[in-house]
T-cell receptor, first 110, second 115 residues
Framework: ELKVEQNPLFLSMQEGKNYTIYCNYS?????LYWYRQDPGKSLESLFV?????AVKQEGRLMASLDTKARLSTLHITAAVHDLSATYFC??????????FGAGTRLTVKP | GAVVSQHPSRVICKSGTSVKIECRSL??????MFWYRQFPKQSLMLMAT?????????EQGVEKDKFLINHASLTLSTLTVTSAHPEDSSFYIC???????????FGSGTQLSVL
C-alpha cells in the first residue's frame, strides 16, 4: 500500500530557531515534492526532488532526499513568522499516482 | 512559472443541484490533470487522474457517476459534482502537468458549500 507519513503534524517554533520536518514513503518513488499551503488557499510548489542525495534550497528552507531510506526532509533555518503555514510532502509514482502526507502545521512565534 | 486557473473559487448551491468546476492550464498543454478533495485541516485526497482524450481513472471509493470528469482538451478539465449533497461540501483542487514535466501546478481551489 502506498503511504506517505509526515511528522510532526504540528510544530510550534520560536523565531530564529531551526527545525526539520520528516517525510517517509512506503514504496519506491520517482519524485518527491514539497508544498506550502496557507489557510484557505491552494498549494504552492516549493521543491521537486528527483534523485538520491538531491538537496535544494530556497531562502530559509532546504529539502533533501534519501531514496534508500525513503526519506525526505524539509529543514527550516532561523524561522520567521512568514513561514507559518501548512507544509505537505507528496510522493509521485510511475503510474501517475501521487500521495500526500498529512501535512505539518507550522506556527512561528515571535 | 506555469499557471493553472480554477473557477469558480467559491460556490454555494442547493442540495440536489449540479456544480461544474473548471481547471485550465493557461500557458502550457496539460496532458495529465488531477482532481483532489481536501477537508478542513486535512491532507489532499486524490479523487481521479485524467489524461486528455481518455476516460478518467478514479480512486477507490470515488463515485464516477457522481463526480464526472471531462478532459476534452489539452488545456481544460472539468469536474461536475452531480446531485450535490451537504456531505459533498469540501475544498476541491485541480493540478496539471505537461508531458514530461516534473512539476505539478495547482489551481487556486474551489470551496463548495452545499446547503
Amino acid at each position: 500500500e502506498l503511504k506517505v507519513e509526515q511528522n510532526p503534524l504540528f510544530l510550534s517554533m520560536q523565531e530564529g530557531k531551526n527545525y526539520t520536518i520528516y517525510c517517509n514513503y512506503s514504496t519506491t518513488s520517482d519524485r518527491l515534492y514539497w508544498y506550502r499551503q496557507d489557510p484557505g488557499k491552494s498549494l504552492e510548489s516549493l521543491f521537486v526532488l528527483l534523485s538520491n542525495g538531491a538537496v535544494k534550497q530556497e531562502g530559509r528552507l532546504m529539502a533533501s532526499l534519501d531514496t534508500k531510506a525513503r526519506l525526505s526532509t524539509l529543514h527550516i533555518t532561523a524561522a520567521v513568522h512568514d513561514l507559518s503555514a501548512t507544509y505537505f510532502c507528496a510522493a509521485h509514482y510511475n503510474n501517475n499516482d501521487m500521495r500526500f502526507g498529512a501535512g505539518t502545521r507550522l506556527t512561528v512565534k515571535p | 512559472g506555469a499557471v493553472v486557473s480554477q473557477h469558480p473559487s467559491r460556490v454555494i448551491c442547493k442540495s440536489g443541484t449540479s456544480v461544474k468546476i473548471e481547471c485550465r492550464s493557461l500557458d502550457f498543454q496539460a496532458t495529465t490533470m488531477f482532481w483532489y478533495r481536501q477537508f478542513p485541516k486535512q491532507s489532499l485526497m486524490l479523487m481521479a487522474t485524467s489524461n486528455e482524450g481518455s476516460k478518467a481513472t478514479y480512486e477507490q471509493g470515488v463515485e464516477k457517476d457522481k463526480f464526472l470528469i471531462n478532459h476534452a482538451s489539452l488545456t481544460l478539465s472539468t469536474l461536475t459534482v452531480t446531485s450535490a449533497h451537504p456531505e459533498d461540501s469540501s475544498f476541491y483542487i485541480c493540478s496539471a502537468r505537461g508531458q514530461g514535466g516534473e512539476k505539478l501546478f495547482f489551481g487556486s481551489g474551489t470551496q463548495l458549500s452545499v446547503l
